[in-house]
């Protein structure tokens, strides 16, 4: 599929504000406006960067990470199923566990991160 005229400008337009930001964060920071160690040059993240992909730091970091998510994600999974499973076949515990599960329901995901950070 090739791209008209109009549609390369917008897609340039769209990285503009990028391209701007980035520009700005460097200049800020070399100029001496905001103190580097509060704030490094762009070029200096991103140098920092490659070097921690290089050194394969970056990768098992992440991997680490990653693996912790899905191990939430796997158990949160499990325990969720098991529980409607449960609620499902069983009249008393869907009596005991509805009141609670509809009043937590319509509380956003994002809601519960400060009470887990916390935790």
Known sequence: MSETPGDMRHSILGF???LVFLGVWEAVTRVGL????MLPPFTRVVAEAFALIKSGV???HFSLSF???MIGFVTGSIAGLFCGLIMGW???AHKT???IVSFLYPIPALGWLPIFMIW
């Not at 905001?34 to 160690?37: A, F, I, R």
């Open 90 to 92: 069983k009249e008393t």
């Open 16 to 18: 503009l504000p990028v």
């Open 67 to 69: 693996m912790r998510v």
């Open 34 to 37: 905001v103190p580097e160690s």
């Open 97 to 99: 566990f509805s009141p």
């Open 58 to 60: 970056l990768i098992r």
